[in-house]
């Protein structure tokens, strides 16, 4: 008994030494949990005493979409080259030369005749000889200054010559790059723009006896230039631009389609762009400068 009083007494003091240290280890844990855990951020007392944003002076700006760089398309120049001095001098000897034609890249380059009909020129050349080739000849009712539409007929000749290449236009391509050629008279030089390639029946009983408009009416021009179009195999115009009712001149180059006797024609319809007998040059970016269309489209 003496002993195990013993036992507890010496027990009581380590017991109560181990409870010590086990509450300085809690206590030394708490102190440093207060270090490492994330502290309450402090708030204003005045955040409830600032005004709200105003957003009436505010433009809502909607999003755009990035701007797409167009490729500029590049200009095209188109360089006069007929001498009108020497078409005058040609004409003194021959006054049956009216004027002359050039289309670039082609053969066509001859002076236009015209007759009292449309049937001499058919059979004789520019020198009024005797000739299978014919000459290029402008109809007899026409005026290459004055009139609204202007008719110039040649052969097709299988050589190549007289107005054979005018059905290259019928490939879209080669004429995209040919869209313009000129026609000089004997005081001016007009620059011409293709409008379209057509193959149309050319006789009497035609659903569009383009041939028989020369001079025209309003209602005239813009059945003629409908007509044009309708009938063309390979278009060229501007389909964005409304035509203007009697606003320009118009001019046909014809030949027949092939040797066959079936009344078929190849016609080459263009618009007039403008008069270039002062200029050495027309661009498309800049037009033609200071041009005025007088004496014509005077028909109500």
Not at 17 to 32: D, F, H, P
């Amino acid at each position: 008994m003496a002993s195990s009083k013993k036992r507890k007494l010496w027990m009581l003091p380590t017991g109560g030494a181990m409870m010590a240290g086990g509450l300085l280890c809690i206590a030394a844990l708490l102190v440093s949990m207060q270090f490492s855990l994330p502290q309450k951020p402090q708030v204003s007392a005045q955040i409830n005493n600032s005004p709200m944003l105003d957003r009436s002076a505010l433009e809502w700006v909607p999003p755009t979409e990035p701007v797409e760089e167009k490729e500029e398309k590049p200009d095209f120049v188109y360089t006069f080259s007929i001498d009108i001095n020497k078409l005058r001098q040609a004409a003194s000897g021959n006054p049956n030369i009216i004027g002359w034609i050039r289309v670039p890249d082609t053969p066509i380059n001859y002076p236009v005749m015209q007759s009292m009909d449309n049937q001499f020129y058919v059979h004789h050349d520019a020198s009024g000889r005797s000739s299978f080739a014919g000459a290029i000849f402008a109809d007899y009712r026409c005026n290459l200054d004055t009139s609204d539409n202007t008719l110039i007929y040649g052969h097709n000749m299988g050589n190549g010559g007289m107005f054979h290449a005018i059905k290259n236009y019928k490939d879209k391509e080669w004429g995209e790059a040919h869209r313009y050629f000129e026609l000089a008279t004997l005081n001016h030089r007009y620059l011409y723009r293709v409008l379209s390639s057509n193959v149309i029946f050319g006789e009497q009983g035609s659903t569009f006896e383009y041939w028989n408009f020369i001079d025209m009416n309003h209602g005239d021009f813009r059945y003629y230039y409908d007509s044009v179009h309708r009938t063309a195999g390979t278009w060229y115009g501007d389909d964005t631009k409304e035509p203007h009712n009697n606003a320009t001149r118009y001019l046909c180059l014809q030949t027949c389609n092939s040797g066959a006797a079936d009344g078929m024609r190849c016609c080459l319809f263009a618009e007039l762009v403008g008069d270039g007998t002062y200029i050495t040059q027309y661009s498309e970016k800049t037009g033609m400068p200071g041009f005025k269309m007088t004496g014509f489209n005077a028909v109500p």
